[in-house]
């Protein structure tokens, strides 16, 4: 075991200590395979799956194995009108698990997350029966503070990017604090707790995923 693998180890521990004084469960794969295969035990056959944009579930795997399990996938994406799309998310919010990243978390288990359209934070915040979100160990932070300006620096420019936002950090990779209407900050959303205990299971991977 390398110093590093070491370090996310022992971090991991204490964070899942603070995550169960929040009302959430936490457990600690040393890597992306464990983490699939941990993600995949969770879900029984059967269930309603849907997911948030998360570069850390495709990164991990996590995605390709859910894929190819025995679920009913429910895909945003897959809605080809507005009315579609609108009857879908109702279906998404009552799914029986709903996977994500988080854009951070603190060293005191608080998750934090920043987003445009607000889907992804809605669903973390309420409705699917059962979030599980996966994290790389190279987003924890020392506070709400750190969380934040990590997300605006080293999160958002190369997220516009993938999503061809026309913002400034697209542009120059740094955080204007813009007001465009592409801007993927809309809303910022801190999970201190959670008060349905277990419904929020986090994934802490020990490897450098998502951004």
């Known amino acids: 075991m390398s ?3 070491e370090s996310y180890q ?3 521990a204490c964070l899942i200590r603070q995550l169960e004084k929040r009302g959430m469960n936490g457990i600690y794969c040393a890597t992306c395979q464990e983490a699939a295969e941990a993600v995949a035990k969770m879900i029984p056959a059967g269930s309603t799956v849907t997911w948030g944009g998360s570069e850390t579930l495709e990164e991990s795997g996590i995605m390709d194995r859910v894929r190819s399990m025995d679920v009913k996938l429910l895909d945003r994406k897959s809605a080809k009108t ?3 799309s609108r009857s879908l998310y109702g279906e998404i919010f009552c799914a029986d698990y709903f996977l994500t990243g988080t854009n951070a978390i603190t060293v005191d288990g608080e ?5 445009g359209n607000g889907n992804r934070v809605a669903c973390l915040i309420f409705g ?6 996966a994290v790389g160990m190279n987003k924890v932070c020392a ?3 750190d969380a934040i300006r990590r997300i605006h620096t080293m999160a958002c420019p190369p997220n516009a990017v993938r999503v061809k936002a026309s913002t400034p950090c697209a542009k120059t990779g740094v955080c ?3 007001l465009s209407p592409d801007c993927i900050c809309c809303q910022t959303v801190i999970t201190r707790k959670s008060r ?3 419904r929020i299971t986090v994934v802490l991977i020990g490897e450098d995923l998502g951004f």
């Open 3 to 5: 110093y590093k693998s």
């Open 143 to 145: 506070n709400v503070e």
């Open 128 to 133: 699917p029966q059962h979030v599980i979100v």
């Open 196 to 198: 349905h205990p277990g």
């Open 111 to 115: 998750l934090v997350n920043i987003d």
């Open 176 to 178: 204007s604090d813009c």
């Open 82 to 84: 507005p009315e579609e």
């Open 10 to 12: 022992h971090t991991a």
